[in-house]
Every structure is written in structure tokens, then in C-alpha cells.
């Protein structure tokens, strides 16, 4: 068997073309990922460029207003950048750098990912092209307008669904067909071995924080984490650290769309069936004969028929826990958030906060639940607008 | 090696054309197969359309596309290859991505393979490290599992080609498949590094479409494989295309063995 399991899940599932590239990759993040220059910009960027530590922030008028569980915010939207994608991106991008490499491509989704990508390349002086559905630059069309002033060119992928899927497997046909001066910058814990445990590392600084930051405010470790998980990387990211903590329970929130018996969601771990696609092996939602399935959510960033492997082996341990949001119930906990605490949360985060809303409120007043907040929802606010049936247009 | 692979390769260069099964319809890919067997194709690719070809350029993915919306499924191409099977003896490879045969089940797919009479398969996303989801089911049915080679591969050349099956897939390019005006890849050294290591037959296919880029792949090795070229007459003439396609593999076949 292959490298970069999780049980039977991961691999690398990908065009020989592309194989040398991944393990160039592969052998790079070995040789630098230890190396102390290499961490100490890494630290120091995000530090001083991306503003970490983020702050974990005891919400209390949520928290008496449920009536339970003490809720904890992880804010990862008060990132450079707006959400948790730059950690990633900023470890990737400097590790492209080592490798001497001139340009970087991305799939994005909801535009966070890309708008990271355009961020870092701008920083690091970096040629940046960022793919992107057609679909989602139009539902997200500031943060295409936002890559574009960054000095990024945008690719509206028009084939297939138009979504994050294409936009994926367009970013790996660009890839193969220019490897040698172009890393892509995966963005997130998905794809052939290594992204999956790149992303993960890279991401993992989020419950490095939460751990250390709640030892110091409560003394003790929280009973429940919760993270929106579309392909799962702020969910890997805020889970990693806390895996060999038992008493943790580590809960994933997927986008159920319009309801998981409807066929129109992204539930990839409610629907979805053992396959191999995007380099990994996994679950996704697809058809008897492996055709992948559009998929649908209100959040362009959950809109994806997959999830990451590392993920897949957490639910067959039963490590994690993973549960469905509808857009109704997200949108609902956008606003709640909104009101109750004053922190406008991403479309994608807000699939957490509903779960929060329900789960902290049968929860002791002595247990502690930390949501992971991904993203700010600035760019969201919009389509949200039109959702509740006022005609907003940016 | 499968019997009737090692007669694709026994007059003279072999010439391989590709077709997305079902594109436009089923019922023209069982006239398309055997017109293209009498007009002098060695061997045929087979595509099962998938949903996300991510090796594929514009042309096969929209008879990818095409295939699905009319109806083809994993089952009716078995059919279909049952049929195929009645009219005309020439090799057959499937080609699809990994997806439809793990999750068709890759005995379930093999045993299917085997008894329909399919000889070979290309998996383009599976690659070397991977082969073993589907080389233990390839050997029990006797279909030969085929590996690629690419311009990217250099060292990985012997240890691919010293295990390769029926005949080494040689990608000419970088990028997906699809019609290039310029090959520029050194398809001769690849070919010869490959040799070193096996004496499996090499077939160059991606970006080829004209008599003269067949006529100088042949130059270097012993076949040559067209996908987007075919694909764009079924996607011309639909219905009406099998003359059309006819015609074009009579011409390239006559120019591979020109030299």
C-alpha cells in the first residue's frame, strides 16, 4: 500500500504526470519543516502578518442565552485575510518558495482560500492564478474582485457543476501541465498525500492555541470541539491536537444543503460512500457507478462532494463525531451570531454555531464547548440578504 | 500478455484509436468498434465516460458529458461490449478512472472484463505506487493492466516499464489529452529508456491527430494512440459519423507504416 494512510483512506491517486511533483513535495516538507529558519518565519508571519495568536473568546451572552454549556469562539475570521485559510497558505506558499518555485495556483470555493493564496503570493512576490466556479464567482463575486486587486488572475471554470469540484480538478489539469516552476497550493486536508498532512500541520497551530489558551482561562480541557467540515481543513486544523484526549468530543458539522434526504446537499459523511477521487481515497457523494454527484449547499466553501481522508478515518474509528446542518439552520445561527454576540461568522462557520446552539443548550453549565469561527462573513452578507428575499446586490 | 494484445502489435506499427463508449449513443459505438476494425485499427480504447476526467482536455470531457446524458452506464458498456464481441475479434482496452471500477467493485468489474472479452485497462489517475487496487483482479481474469509513462517520469521509467502489462502507455505531453500542433517531448529517449528496462510494446498517444505526427511517432515507437481527433468526428457528424471516422483511421493506419 501507498503512503499518506488513514486507515485504508488517502494515497496517491494521481496522473503519472504529476507523480515526481508530489513527491518532490513530499521530500521538501521533510527537509524543511523542522528546519529552524523555516519555523521561525513561518512563526513570525503569522505573528506579525497574519495576527496570531487568534483569540479564543468566552461568548457569554450566547452562552446564558442557551443556557448550557459554557460556549467558547475560536476567532479564526480575525486573521489577515478574514478566515483560518492563511495558515495554511502562508506555510505552503514559503514552502514553495524553498523549493524554488516562481508560481502558485488554487482552487477556491467561497473566494477565502483564493483570496489567502493571492494574499501570500502578493506578499512573497509569487505569480498567483486562482481557479474558481463559475457559480461561485458569481455568488462570491467581491472576493473575485478582492484576488484581482491583489495581482491574481482569476480562471471562471465553466465545466461540470461550476462549483469547487471543478475548480478543483481544473487546478490539477493547469497543474500537470505546468509543474516545474508551479506549486499548487492545496487548500484543504484533501488531495494525494502529502497535502493531506501539510494542510493538517499547518493548520494544526488552531488547537495548539485552543488548548493552551483554555488551560489558562478555565484550567482544564473543553468536553466538546465543533468545526464546519467541507473538505475539513479548519476542523483538522482546531481536532488535531486533541485526538489522543478522549474525553474530547471532536464533532464535525456538514452542509446538509436543503435537507440530507433531498439530494441536494454536500453531507459527504451522511450520503456519501467509500471512493477515489481528487488523488484520495475517501468518502464522497457520488452514484452506484462512481459518477461523482452535483452536490448543493447555501456555502459555495462546504459545496464539495468529498471530505479529507484523515477525516474518513476519524468517523470509521468513531473518533469524530459528524452531523448535518440545512441552510435554513445556518443561516438562522448567521444571524443569531450576528445579534447575540456582535461577530457577523462565515456562511461555513455558521454551520458550527447552529450545531453549538443545539448541543451547548443540553449540555452542563460546568462543560465547555469551543466552536470553531473559520471565517468572517463579510462576504457572505449579501447572499444572505437575498435568501431572506431582499433584493441586495454587491 | 494477453493474446489478442500481442497480436495488436504484430502488423507493423499499431495504430490505436480512442472512443468515449456511448457518445453520441450506444447503439453508434457498437457500429463505430467494428467499421474501425475493418478500416485497420490494431487495437481500441473504450472510454466508460466518468463524471470528473481530470486527464482529460475539452473535447473527451464533453463526450464524457455527452455519453452520461444519453444513458451510459458501466453496465450497458458491458453489454455493449458483449455485442461488439459478437461482430469483431480486435483487441479492447477499457479506459476510465479509478472511481467507476472501486466502486463497481474492482473483481466484480475484472470478472466482467474478463468474460465480455475486454483485454486490457488503462487507469490514467492510478499510478505506479497504486496499481495494487486493481493488478491482483487484472492477473486472476487475464486482463492486462497497462502503465503510463510521462515527460515527467525520468527515473520512474525502468521501474514502470520492467513491470508493464500488454503494451506502456508513453504520454506524449505535458497537460491533458487533446489535439497539439507541436510535440516537443524527446519521445525517442523515453521510448529507449523504457526498452532498457522491458520489451513490452510502447504506444504514444496525447496530442496526436494528423498523418504526420503519426508518421514521425512511429519513427520512435511502436504505436500510436488518437482520442480528441476521433472524438471531434463523433462530436461533428453524431449519428453519422462512422464513415467519417472510418476514412480517418484508414489514413493515419497507412501513415504509421509509410517508413
Redesign the interface.
Known sequence: MSKGRFGVHGGQYIPETLMNAVIELEEAYARWKDDPGFVSELEGLLKDYAGRPSLLYYAEKMTKDLGGAKVYLKREDLNHTGSHKLNNVLGQVLLAKRMGKTRVIAETGAGQHGVATATAAALMGMECEIYMGEEDTVRQALNVYRMELLGAKVHPVKTGTRTLKDAVNETLREWTARVSDTHYVLGSVMGPHPFPTIVRDFQSVIGREVRAQLLEKEGRLPDALLACVGGGSNAMGLFYDFIGDPQVRLIGCEAAGRGVETGETAATIAVGTPGIFHGMKSYFCQDEYGQIAPVYSISAGLDYPGIGPEHAWLHDTKRAEYVSITDDEAVDAFEYLSRTEGIIPAIESAHAVAYARKLASRMGKDQIVVVNLSGRGDKDVAAIARYRGVALYE | MSKRIREAFSHGKAFIPFVTAGDPSLEVTARLVPAMAAAGADLIELGIP???P??E??VI?QADERA?AAGA???RIFELVRQIRRETDVPLAFMTY???????GAERFLKACGETGVDALIV???????K??LAPFCRRYGVDLV????????A?IRM?AAEAEGFLYC?SS???TGVRSRITTDIGGMVAEAKRASDVPCAVGFGISTPEQAAEMAKHADGAIVGSAIVKLAAKYGADCVPHVERYVREMKAALNLG
Not at chain 2, 479509478?98 to 463497481?104: D, G, K, Q, R, S
Not at chain 2, 490514467?124 to 497504486?130: A, H
Open positions: 466518468f463524471s470528473d481530470v486527464a482536455g475539452p470531457q452520461l452506464t458501466t453496465d479509478l472511481n467507476p471500477v472501486f466502486t463497481y490514467p489517475d492510478m499510478p505506479f505506487e497504486e495494487g487496487e502503465s503510463l509513462i510521462a515527460p515527467t517520469s525520468r520512474r514502470i504520454v505535458m497537460g491533458v
